[in-house]
């Protein structure tokens, strides 16, 4: 009798993998968690799961095992609880259970990009998991790959990996860098969740256009809410000689905004609102208006979760959002997540940052390197 093991870092995984080599009948014979292990003492390594599963073992179901037994015998006398089932029954009730998952499964083939994939585009199906495409866009990536190529086309992995990477660089938009017209004032204002980088992003910003470009750039921050925020941005405004506003009502916003009229770029930082602030949104989108704002870039996280980008986008959109701006790429494990909200928004990418340092850590959005960065081809 042949018995194989296979693992993997979901349940799932591990029995498409049994499903693919043994068949839609194999029994799965045992199963385990891995614990995670360090590599050299140093790395942890991921969990992995553990599956043994043959083609020629006929394992009978839970029904089956119970049908026959007599029930009076389930309990033992001068006791009031049932006896435990024998130790032989309790592990064909689990192979039976693991079976009906493979019967599950296999019902679902129909719908699963892996179904006779060759083995490059499978292995690509599971890079884009891993990289946390959402399943059912990392499906119809596949699939629109597949579409494309065929013949022995298909069994290159390079090829099919290159394909695809070009699929999502056309769904990636992006607008360029902030356009500057001689003679004509630009305000652009970023805006955003608590915590992803906005003053930070605003002096990078800053530092860019007046020390390397030589424009006429001054600040306005509406983030009085937090005191270190206006600190630090002042201190910004100092190292790089440019002037200033603090900014705490509408009124005060529209007189800022009229001294500053002779520059040519103004950047507006705002206090970072919680998208389920209905109250705080409509506040910002006040401030914005009256700043009559050429473009409202919205400052998102690439460490965070895909639907958590989703809804922030959603809400922010009642401000006037133009753009996407992306910070913390060297803090994110992977880049996957922030397809759907680029897809959603229907909003272009401007910028990307990469760190901490100013000015330099700051990029504009190029739609071919993201692409390559999420399918780690970078």
Do not use: W
């Not at 910070?327 to 229907?346: F, I, Q, Y």
């Amino acid at each position: 009798m042949e018995i194989k093991t296979y693992r993997a870092s979901t349940m799932h995984e591990a029995l498409l993998l049994v499903r693919r080599e043994l068949g839609p009948d194999a029994a799965v014979l045992h199963t385990r968690e891995l614990r995670p292990r360090r590599l050299f003492g140093l790395v942890p390594t991921g969990r992995q799961i553990e599956v043994t599963a043959s083609a020629e073992v006929n394992v009978p179901s839970r029904l089956a095992s119970h049908v026959g037994v007599d029930r009076s015998a389930s309990v033992v006398p001068g006791c009031h609880r049932p006896q435990q089932l024998s130790a032989t029954e309790n592990v064909q009730g689990q192979l039976a259970h693991l079976q009906s998952m493979v019967a599950e499964l296999c019902k679902r083939s129909h719908q699963e990009p892996h179904q006779d994939l060759p083995e490059g585009l499978f292995k690509l199906f599971t890079d884009l998991i891993d990289a946390e495409v959402p399943e059912e866009l990392a499906r119809e990536l596949v699939e629109r790959t597949r579409a494309e190529l065929g013949g022995a086309e298909l069994s290159d992995p390079l090829l099919a990996k290159a394909r695809m990477a070009g699929m999502i660089e056309t769904d990636i938009h992006t607008t360029g860098p902030i356009e500057i017209t001689p003679g004509r004032r630009r305000l652009a204002a970023l805006v955003g969740p608590t915590g992803v980088g906005k003053t930070t992003t605003i002096a990078k910003l800053a530092a860019n256009y007046r020390l390397k470009e030589h424009r006429r750039v001054g600040l306005i921050t509406v983030d009085t809410y937090r005191i270190a925020a206006v600190e630090q941005l002042r201190t910004y405004a100092e190292i790089i000689d440019l002037p200033m506003q603090v900014v705490s009502t509408p009124r005060e916003m529209r007189e800022a905004v009229a001294q500053m009229d002779d520059l040519e770029l103004i950047l507006m930082d705002t206090a970072g609102r919680s998208p389920k602030d209905e109250v705080k949104i409509q506040e910002l989108r006040a401030f914005i208006a009256e700043a009559a704002a050429d473009e409202v870039h919205l400052v998102l996280s690439s460490t965070a979760g895909g639907r958590t980008l989703e809804q922030t986008a959603e809400r922010f959109a009642a401000v006037g959002t133009t753009a996407l701006l992306l910070t913390k790429l060297d803090e994110a494990t992977c880049m996957g997540n922030v397809l759907p909200v680029l897809r959603s928004s229907g909003l272009p990418l401007s910028y990307l940052t990469t760190g901490q340092n100013v000015p330099e850590d700051i990029e504009t959005a190029d739609a071919h390197r993201l692409a390559r960065t999420v399918l780690g081809m970078d």
